[in-house]
């Protein structure tokens, strides 16, 4: 774990909520698709994974201040299942460093 880590909920129905940006990837919302090419269900996507660590980066570490994040890095190690709880461990790093 990092110096910091937190925990956030992923909704049931997140990877529905990002139809509504224009994805249209049946993995992200057709269950027998999703079956098919050896998932247990929908997956949530790449983009919502990663914006849920840069909300706990924000909320843990930058005052909660969107502007106090400058750069962000993560490794998607697994998929994520819409519902699941992600564990997000935080480096700080110093603007010298």
């Known amino acids: 774990p990092g110096?910091?880590?937190v925990e956030l909920k992923t909704l049931d129905i997140q990877a529905q909520l990002y139809r509504l940006?224009?994805?249209y990837n049946a993995l992200h919302i057709d269950p027998a698709f999703a079956k098919k090419v050896g998932f247990p269900?929908?997956?949530l996507h790449g983009?919502?994974?990663l914006g849920f660590a840069a909300r706990a980066?924000?909320?843990a570490v930058g005052g909660n201040q969107a502007l106090a994040l400058?750069?962000?890095g993560g490794r998607f190690a697994a998929?994520?299942?819409p519902g699941d709880t992600l564990l997000v461990s935080i480096w700080p790093v110093s603007e010298a460093g």
């Open 3 to 5: 110096e910091v880590t």
């Open 21 to 23: 940006s224009g994805d």
């Open 41 to 43: 269900r929908p997956v």
């Open 47 to 49: 983009l919502a994974t």
């Open 57 to 59: 980066v924000v909320r």
């Open 70 to 72: 400058r750069s962000i």
């Open 79 to 81: 998929p994520v299942l």
